[in-house]
């Protein structure tokens, strides 16, 4: 267990509307994640995180915006959610970039998304 | 770019059979290999990997995979399949250098029928 904790677990919400996706680990780890899950397309990355206000850009990132401004909380918001982005959430840990990693990921247990 | 191939979209076995999910990478270097699994309604756990060494990986749950640099293959399998294996799972690839981030296949579905 990688204690990580992420809220809310369902929200349904309308075009339009922000929407805030919170991850909390308890374990102070450096890197994190958030992956959005559909059929078809496995699990594609969103945005990471290597550290405190250290935030880049992954291969879907286009409409999200993350935030971290302690260890152990990494936000995922959705300015204006569309339904495109209807989707499962996951967070994940890594303990990628100290020597002897190797860079295997811990998930949280998603946040599944409905946008109307 | 690494990329990861999962060719099957399902697989269908019978309990006490072998199995065998089948995962092809890309990349341009040596690379790290993850499998997780991911049963309904769950976050994705992580069964094994590779890194060096030994060709042949045992992890979680009796499952074993096996690294083929010359065909780039890391296949998932298990000697005698139970219906409790039925679930998603996910091959992942990434460089073994530096940090570099992990990308997932798109997933097989494998269905144990009792």
């Known amino acids: 267990d990688a204690g990580i904790t992420q809220s809310p677990r369902h929200k349904v919400t309308e075009t339009g509307t922000p929407v805030t996706l919170r991850c909390h680990q308890t374990?102070?780890?450096?890197?994190m994640y958030w992956y959005r899950q559909d059929p078809g397309h496995g699990l594609r990355l969103i945005h990471y995180?290597?550290?405190?206000?250290?935030?880049d850009k992954g291969e879907v990132s286009d409409g999200y915006s993350v935030s971290r401004s302690k260890t152990e909380d990494f936000l995922l918001t959705l300015e204006s959610a569309t339904s495109s982005q209807t989707s499962v959430y996951f967070c994940a840990i890594s303990y990628t970039g100290t020597s002897g990693s190797n860079g295997e990921l811990f998930f949280g247990e998603g946040s599944r998304l409905t946008v109307l | 770019a690494q990329s990861v191939a999962q060719p099957e979209d399902q697989v269908n076995v019978a309990e006490g059979n072998p199995l065998t999910v089948k995962c092809t990478y890309s990349?341009?270097?040596?690379?790290?290999l993850f499998w997780y699994v991911q049963y309904p309604n769950r976050g994705l756990q992580f069964l094994l990997k590779y890194i060096t060494g030994d060709n042949l990986v045992k992890g979680s749950y009796g499952f074993e995979a096996e690294f083929n640099k010359s065909q780039t293959s890391f296949h998932l399998k298990k000697p005698s399949a139970l219906v409790s294996d039925s679930a998603l799972y996910f091959c992942a690839v990434r460089l073994n250098t530096g940090f570099q981030k992990l990308v997932f296949g798109t997933g097989t579905r494998l269905l144990v029928s009792p």
């Open positions: 995180s290597y550290g405190v206000k250290d935030t």
């Open positions: 374990e102070n780890h450096r890197y």
């Open positions: 990349v341009s270097g040596n690379p790290y």
